[in-house]
C-alpha cells in the first residue's frame, strides 16, 4: 500500500512503538448494514450545519501543519498521498441516515452519510481479522480531545513486555497513539473499549495494522470530530 511522508518531533519518536496499540481511554468528554442502493433515509439527531458542511479546501490545505490548542499537529505531505486516501466527498447512496458514520473494514474507509445520497470518505487502518471490531451496529457514546491512552487487560496480558510499563496510562499528546481526538463505540449502553481515533504514525492509514480500533489521520479525526453528534449511529462491515 502507499505510504504517507510525514515530519515528526523527536519526542513522538520515543512512543512511536505504541502506535500497534489497542483503545482503552480516557479524554476531555465534549459532551456521535451494508449500504443499500436507496436514499433518503431521515436524519434522527440534531445536527448543525456545520456538520454537513462541504470538503473545499485543498489537499496541501487539510493537511497542513496545525496548532490544536497546545500541541503541535504535523503536516502530511499531500503529494505523497494516494489520492483515494485525501478526505473528499463521494457518491454513497444508502438507506442510513445522515449524521451515521459508516466502516467498510475491507476497503479500509469510513463514510460519514451526509444528504441527498453523498457521503465524506476517509482513509482509515483496522485491526487484523483476529481483533478487529466483529461488526454490526454500535453507538458513539462521547467525544474527546487528546485523550489519555490506557492498555486494555487484556493487551497487557498478552504482550507484557509491551504494554505494562504503561499500564498507568500515557497523557494525551503528539506521541500518545490515539492520536488529536477519539470517538467511543457503545453497545447496548455498553462500552466496546473499540475507538475511532486519530494516529501518531500516518503511515498506518489504508492497513491492518492496529490492535482493533478504526484509526485516521490526526487532521481527519478532527474533522469527523467536529461533525459527529454523540448517539450518532455507527454500522461496521
Not at 431521515?42 to 490544536?68: C, G, I, K, Q, W
Not at 477519539?182 to 504514525?201: C, E, I, P, S
Request: charged share 15%.
Amino acid at each position: 500500500m502507499p505510504t504517507f511522508r510525514s515530519t515528526f518531533a523527536a519526542s513522538v519518536a520515543a512512543v512511536s512503538a505504541l502506535a500497534l496499540s489497542a483503545c482503552s481511554t480516557t479524554g476531555s468528554e465534549q459532551s456521535a448494514m451494508a449500504p443499500s442502493p436507496q436514499v433518503g433515509a431521515a436524519s434522527t439527531l440534531p445536527s448543525s450545519l456545520n456538520a454537513f458542511r462541504p470538503v473545499t479546501e485543498s489537499p496541501e490545505t487539510m493537511y497542513a501543519p496545525a496548532r490544536d490548542g497546545n500541541f503541535a499537529i504535523a503536516g502530511v505531505d499531500a503529494a505523497g498521498m494516494n489520492p483515494d486516501h485525501v478526505r473528499q466527498v463521494v457518491d454513497y447512496p444508502t438507506r442510513e441516515a445522515p449524521g451515521t458514520i459508516v466502516v467498510d473494514q475491507t476497503s479500509r474507509y469510513l463514510y460519514f452519510v451526509l444528504p441527498r445520497g453523498k457521503a465524506i470518505r476517509y482513509a482509515v487502518g483496522v485491526g487484523p481479522i483476529a481483533r478487529a471490531f466483529p461488526g454490526g451496529e454500535a453507538e458513539i457514546a462521547r467525544k474527546a480531545a487528546w485523550p489519555r491512552w490506557i492498555p486494555t487487560p487484556s493487551m497487557i496480558e498478552r504482550s507484557p513486555g509491551q504494554y505494562a510499563r504503561y499500564a498507568d496510562g500515557v497523557d494525551g499528546g503528539p506521541g500518545n497513539p490515539m492520536g488529536a481526538r477519539a470517538l467511543y463505540m457503545h453497545q447496548n449502553g455498553v462500552d466496546t473499549y473499540y475507538r475511532v481515533h486519530g494516529t501518531n504514525d500516518p503511515s498506518s492509514i489504508g492497513r491492518s495494522v492496529s490492535a482493533g480500533c478504526i484509526r485516521l489521520l490526526n487532521q481527519d479525526i478532527i474533522d469527523l470530530h467536529d461533525r459527529v453528534q454523540p448517539g450518532a449511529k455507527m454500522v461496521v462491515l
